[in-house]
């Protein structure tokens, strides 16, 4: 490997950085968007049942908050009926929504990152390729020979630059798209949990008084 980086030369070192880089992010992004940590499965039929005949404790809240994305979006819903009991549909909506919101713009963290590093990478490969060519045209002699030291090291750094710049942008490209799918997947599932609790929770909501 360490033969590889010295005849790729100084245009690898990017993109060994680069690589070093979205592995990071897909790793922590393939550890956070597992389904227990951001929509279990049988969740909000859990919180339905729970508040079947009243509303929950605080600390009940509490632990729905932490036990997930999900979890937190529910709660919210919660604590909006518990402090204000008279709280109409389109404000329990509105809190919902809110919510939903920032969860999703969580579950997109690094995302850009990576789509970033699939787009730049092969870019990167083509400025090594560039740098390969300019190094086997200086190997040619005025004299129309040539220094074959210098032509092997020009052909070394086009191509294994070029393949490196491919083999981490390939793997990126489809990180990210299956990244998207799912918080796309996600954000689908918590629309059409907040359109069951809404109603279900507008049950608790004290009538407003009638204005005379």
């Known amino acids: 490997m360490l033969s590889i980086i010295q005849a790729a030369g100084?245009?690898?070192w990017p993109l060994l950085l680069?690589?070093?880089i979205a592995l990071a992010l897909i790793i922590e992004r393939v550890s956070s968007l597992r389904t227990q940590r951001v929509a279990p499965p049988r969740l909000v039929d859990e919180v339905l049942s729970v508040?079947?005949?009243?509303l929950?404790?605080?600390?009940v809240v509490n632990k729905l908050a932490v036990n997930s994305v999900l979890g937190s979006v529910l709660a919210s819903g919660l604590r909006a009926v518990i402090a204000e009991p008279r709280i109409s549909e389109v404000a329990l909506r509105d809190t919902f929504e809110s919510s939903g919101r920032a969860a999703i713009h969580n579950l997109e963290r690094y995302l850009n990152s990576i789509g970033t590093i699939a787009s730049a990478a092969p870019l990167l490969?083509?400025?090594?390729?560039?740098?390969?060519?300019?190094?086997i045209f200086g190997s040619q002699a005025p004299t129309g020979g040539n220094n074959p030291a210098l032509l092997a090291h020009g052909i070394s750094v086009a191509l294994y630059?070029?393949?490196?710049?491919?083999?981490i942008a390939i793997p990126a490209l489809m990180f990210y798209r299956y990244f998207r799918r799912r918080v796309d997947s996600y954000a689908l599932d918590m629309e059409q949990a907040a359109e069951r609790m809404v109603p279900h929770l507008m049950r608790f909501s004290v009538p407003r008084p009638a204005v005379a």
């Open 125 to 135: 490969g083509l400025l090594g390729t560039v740098i390969g060519m300019i190094e």
């Open 51 to 54: 508040t079947r005949t009243s």
């Open 10 to 12: 100084w245009p690898i």
């Open 161 to 167: 630059n070029t393949a490196f710049g491919l083999m």
């Open 18 to 20: 680069c690589s070093v």
């Open 56 to 59: 929950p404790a605080a600390d």
